[in-house]
C-alpha cells in the first residue's frame, strides 16, 4: 500500500506512540487462536553461511524483527476501517543494526517467517506486503529528494528480491556504511489472507563486511517512485491522487530525478502491484533496465533461489507477481543525468487487488537505484528542486511550495501534493529531528 519516504521520515520519528497504538490494535482477542507459534522460538540474531563466499571477511547476519501478529481477515482495525483492506497491518519500529560499531552492507534480503523460523509465504496466507528499512543518524538524508532525517536504503515486497550495495563479485571498495550513532527503523506492511490471526517475524538477512580505509566509496540508495520524492503527478489521468488506477490499459510516468552525483550504478529494482507488467528505469531516455513482472514465477521464489537459504518456494497461489527482475552493474552516471520511471499496467490481463468493497486498489511504480559515490560526494548538497526538476520548466510544477513541509500543518498547507493520502491519520505527524 502507499508509503512515501516523506512520510515515513516524519512517522518514523516520533514512532514509539503510534506504534504502541497501532500494534495494540492488531492484537488478537483474548483467547483468539493465533497460529504460528508452534515448534520453539527460532534466535532473533544468527550467523548463516553468506552465498558470497568469495568476498574476504563476509558475514551473513539473519535478524529477526518482532513478533507481528497479522489480524484475521474478519479483525476490524485501521486499515479495515479506513484503508477499505483486511487483515493487514501498518507498523513502524526501531530496530537493532547487524553491527554495533560500524559496518558495510555489501547485500540485503527481507523474509517473513513464523516463531519457530519456518517460512511464512503466501501460499499459507501471510503476506509480505512490504517492508522498507531507514537509517536515521548524523548526516543521514534521503538520498534521492535530499531530504534531512531518513534514509530509506532497503525496500521488499513479496517478490523478496535480494538488493546488491556493491559489485559481489568483485573486490569490495564500496557499500551502504552503517556507522555507530545510526538508528534503524523498519516500516512493515504486512497482510494476512486467513480468517484466523498469526504471529510472524520480519527477517532481514544482511551480508556485511568490516568498513576498511581501502572503501573509498559509498553507496547510496536513491528512490524513484511515481510519487516522486512525494509528489504525486495526476496530469496523465492514469491514476487518481490516491494513486488507484482510472484506466485497465496505461503507462504512468514519475517526474524526472536529476542525479547529483558522480558514481558507478550498483544495482536498480522494480516493484509493482498486480497488474504491471514490467517498470523501465530509464536513464538520459535510453532504457536502462526493463525489470519483469512474472505471473508465472512461484511466489517468494527470487529469494528461494539465493544458495543457503533453505526453505521451498511456494506454489502460485493467485494470479499475483511472483518475481521481479531487477538489473546490477549498469555502468557510470554523471551528475546531471535525468532518470525517470515508466510503470506498465494490464488490469485486463492480470487482475489488480481489490478493496474489501471491490473498488480496484491503489498501485505502485518504485524502484530503488543504488550508486556507488566517492565518499565526499555522498554528503554533497542536494538542491531539492534541482534534483526533481522543478527549476526544469516542468509543465506547471514550479507552482510547487519550494521548501519541503516540516509540519503537519505545512503538509496540510501544499493540499496534499506532499503525499497526504489515505495512510495520513497513522503517517503524518510533524518532524522532530
Ligand atoms: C512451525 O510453525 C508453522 C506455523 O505455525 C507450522 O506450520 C510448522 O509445522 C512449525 N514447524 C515445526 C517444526 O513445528
Ligand atoms: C558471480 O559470478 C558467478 C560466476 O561467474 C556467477 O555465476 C554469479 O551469478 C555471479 N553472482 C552474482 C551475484 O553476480
Not at 532525517?149 to 556504511?177: C, K, L, Q
Not at 527503523?185 to 568490516?210: G, Q
Request: hydrophobic fraction near 35%; charged fraction near 15%.
Amino acid at each position: 500500500m502507499k508509503f512515501s519516504s516523506t512520510l515515513l521520515l516524519q512517522a518514523a520519528a516520533t514512532a514509539s506512540a503510534a506504534v504502541v497504538g497501532r500494534q495494540a490494535m492488531s492484537m488478537p482477542a483474548p483467547g483468539e487462536t493465533v497460529i504460528g507459534r508452534s515448534g520453539g522460538v527460532a534466535p532473533e540474531i544468527e550467523n548463516v553461511k553468506s552465498p558470497f563466499s568469495n568476498i574476504p571477511g563476509i558475514k551473513r547476519v539473519k535478524m529477526r524483527y518482532g513478533p507481528y501478529t497479522l489480524p484475521s481477515t474478519k479483525t476490524k482495525n485501521f486499515e479495515s476501517q479506513l484503508l477499505g483492506v483486511s487483515g493487514m497491518i501498518d507498523v513502524i519500529t526501531h530496530i537493532k543494526k547487524p553491527c554495533t560499531s560500524g559496518c558495510t552492507v555489501v547485500s540485503v534480503l527481507g523474509d517473513l517467517e513464523y516463531t519457530n523460523g519456518t517460512r511464512a509465504l503466501t501460499s499459507d496466507g501471510s503476506w509480505l506486503h512490504h517492508s522498507v528499512l531507514f537509517t536515521n543518524g548524523p548526516g543521514r538524508r534521503d538520498a534521492g529528494c535530499g531530504i534531512p532525517g531518513m534514509d530509506p536504503w532497503f525496500s521488499t515486497g513479496d517478490e523478496r528480491n535480494p538488493a546488491y550495495y556493491a559489485d559481489v563479485n568483485s573486490t569490495i571498495d564500496t557499500g551502504y556504511h552503517i556507522n555507530d550513532g545510526d538508528n534503524f527503523f523498519l516500516y512493515s506492511e504486512l497482510m494476512n489472507m486467513d480468517p484466523v490471526a498469526k504471529e510472524v517475524y520480519m527477517v532481514l538477512y544482511y551480508d556485511i563486511v568490516p568498513t576498511t580505509p581501502a572503501m573509498t566509496k559509498q553507496t547510496v540508495s536513491v528512490w524513484l517512485e511515481l510519487n516522486q520524492c512525494g509528489m504525486p503527478d495526476t496530469s496523465r489521468g492514469n491514476l487518481n491522487l490516491l494513486q488507484q488506477p482510472q484506466k485497465n490499459v496505461f503507462s504512468e510516468l514519475t517526474h524526472p530525478w536529476y542525479s547529483p552525483y558522480n558514481g558507478n550504478m550498483v544495482y536498480v529494482s522494480g516493484h509493482e502491484h498486480d497488474g504491471g507488467t514490467n517498470l523501465v528505469i530509464y536513464k538520459n531516455d535510453a532504457v536502462l533496465c526493463d525489470t519483469k513482472a512474472n505471473y508465472n514465477a512461484p511466489m517468494e521464489s527470487s529469494m528461494g533461489a539465493m544458495p543457503g537459504m533453505g526453505g521451498s518456494t511456494t506454489a502460485q497461489p493467485t494470479s499475483s507477481i511472483g518475481a521481479m527482475t531487477y538489473c546490477r552493474n549498469m555502468g557510470a552516471v554523471k551528475k546531471g543525468d535525468q532518470f525517470h520511471i515508466s510503470a506498465n499496467y494490464n488490469l485486463d490481463k492480470y487482475p489488480g487487488m481489490k478493496k474489501d468493497d471491490g473498488s480496484l486498489d491503489e498501485v505502485m511504480g518504485i524502484s530503488i537505484l543504488m550508486i556507488s559515490v566517492p565518499k565526499e560526494e555522498a554528503a554533497a548538497p542536494i538542491n531539492f528542486m534541482e534534483v526533481t526538476g522543478l527549476n526544469k520548466g516542468l509543465g506547471g510544477l514550479g507552482q510547487l511550495p519550494m521548501k519541503v513541509p516540516q509540519t503537519l500543518q505545512e503538509l496540510i498547507a501544499t493540499g496534499g501534493r506532499f503525499g497526504i493520502r489515505k495512510n495520513a491519520a497513522t503517517a503524518i505527524v510533524p518532524m522532530a529531528m
